[in-house]
């Protein structure tokens, strides 16, 4: 208990101090609640914090989906500490990077099963038991029905009714509403445990047929993102 208090007022002082040293450009804040009440804390930077200005791309990232997959949150907190204090330092490169976009960070989406997992190994998901990762609505299967009845756009999909409704954890609740309220163009979820870039559409046409190939319409623009994420790896390079 008194390790799980220790943990996360370290995590909450982190972020803080990060706001406190990089104030110009930075800002704490939180996105919603976990299931057990946990704040979703979200670290940001921008050279106007708070505030999306117009043409600048937005950009998200997220760890810890799978409450045992620790090292995505700790790579996540280390970004955003070195974004903090390359900025300071005067580096041109995070200097243009934070003044040209604005780059939300969520450390741990899952702060309820990182809070136990030290004191046993419940695996994956949060405290309701459900694995975050394949909460989110299932737009894929709306954009393959829509293409069978041809004439149908098949971007712009809004979240359907029933996922707003109860149906998901608040959690993904939390994610959702946060993805509805700023015009995100760029995101990345992290994982631990595997060497694996992982880009829409992440479902097959064909339930039975996971190796099928099936590229969306931006397959082209997802590869090269993909391939600059995993080339920049010393290991894993596609
Ligand atoms: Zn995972």
Known sequence: MWLQMIILWLVLRVQ???EARCFAVARTYSIGRSME???LLVVEFSDNPGKHDLLEPETKFVGNVH???VL????LIHLAQFLCTEYLRGNQRIQTLINTTRIHILPSVNP????VIGSFNLGTN???NIDLNRNFPDLTSIVYRRHRQKGHRTDHIPIPDSYWFGKVAPETYAVMEWIRSVPFVLSASFCSGDLLVSYPYDL???????DTFSPTPDQKVFKFLAGTYA????KYKL
């Open 204 to 210: 097959s046409k064909h339930p039975q047929g996971n």
């Open 67 to 69: 409450g045992n997959e």
């Open 16 to 18: 803080i101090s990060i």
């Open 37 to 39: 009440g946990r704040e």
């Open 126 to 128: 949060n405290a309701q």
């Open 231 to 234: 080339n920049a790896h010393q």
């Open 72 to 75: 995505s949150r700790q790579l």
């Open 112 to 115: 309820d099963r990182y809070e």
